[in-house]
């Protein structure tokens, strides 16, 4: 029985493993990096709308809000449901990497695996709220982010869990920092022709490091609402864009990190042209 189960497991692998490796699929995933691009790219603009001083205080300056602004234009609707199926398809290529893409069981593999997820995890997210906007069902991360902190802080252990999600999305906004500044995002990409590599690098770089340190302030956000036990404290990246603006050349901070999240979002155009699927 358990040999049949064992033949019965490789051939869902190899079955999971051809549908990976379609060309309409692999089309849909690279689609995917488009939708993150887009996403980013409203992101840094609303940041540095908020910075100069063009936005108001609160004002959804994360991911909800680039899908609001989506939402408000015209064919953005269109626009959403596009977003959705690209991270859709890209979250479950990610999936089958991390179940069958594996060859060996060292930790360098495993380590491969759990990245996968971690990344199936955020395009699984940006689906599901594109989604959600395109339905006219989408509501404010701020709000949630909140919400959940609240629910947390009200459960026995729950300022520990809020520390331990703070220095998970500390240790996360490092590890992006350390990614651009050792330039180690080639390893995802086929080289391009070298004048297209310089500007990919640039970008690379630029969107990694400062992206990067906006989920650090996200987390230190969190971990601050966990010592104080203030789940008002605990918001996402809108709320750290607003607690950013307030220090003294917090704007100038602001407006560097929003340039950041453009260069993300370029970047990730070039990513879904020559990403390694």
Not at 36 to 60: D, K, P, Q
Request: charged share 15%.
């Amino acid at each position: 029985m358990s040999e049949q189960a064992e033949q019965a497991a490789r051939k869902t692998g190899r079955e999971a493993r051809r549908v990976a490796d379609s060309r309409w699929f692999e089309v849909t995933a690279r689609a995917g990096f488009v939708g993150s691009g887009i996403v980013h790219l409203l992101i840094g603009y609303l940041a540095i709308l908020l910075g100069i001083g063009n936005a108001s205080s609160g004002s959804e300056t994360d991911q909800s809000g680039a899908l609001q602004q989506i939402a408000a234009v015209p064919g953005g609707v269109v626009l959403l449901w596009v977003v959705t199926v690209g991270c859709a398809a890209l979250t479950i290529r990610l999936v089958l990497e991390a179940v069958v893409g594996g060859r060996t069981d060292d930790a360098r593999a495993w380590l491969a695996r759990a990245k996968n997820v971690a990344k199936a995890v955020v395009y699984g997210v940006i689906a599901y709220s594109a989604a959600s906007y395109a339905v006219g069902a989408g509501k404010s991360s701020s709000g949630s982010s909140r919400s959940a902190a609240a629910s947390a802080l009200a459960t026995p252990g729950g300022v520990f869990l809020l520390l331990l999600v703070a220095a998970v999305a500390v240790a996360i906004g490092v590890g992006l920092v350390v990614i651009g500044c050792r330039r180690s995002f080639w390893k995802q990409l086929v080289h391009p022709p070298q004048s297209v590599e310089r500007v990919v690098t640039v970008l690379g770089v630029v969107g990694y490091v400062l992206k990067g340190l906006a989920v650090v302030v996200v987390g230190v956000l969190i971990g601050v609402a966990g010592v104080r036990s203030d789940p008002d404290q605990a918001t996402g990246l809108d709320g750290a864009f607003d607690a950013l603006r307030g220090m003294p050349g917090g704007s100038v901070v602001l407006v560097a990190i929003g340039i950041g999240f453009l260069a993300f979002g370029v970047y990730s155009f070039f990513r879904a042209r020559y990403a390694r699927l």
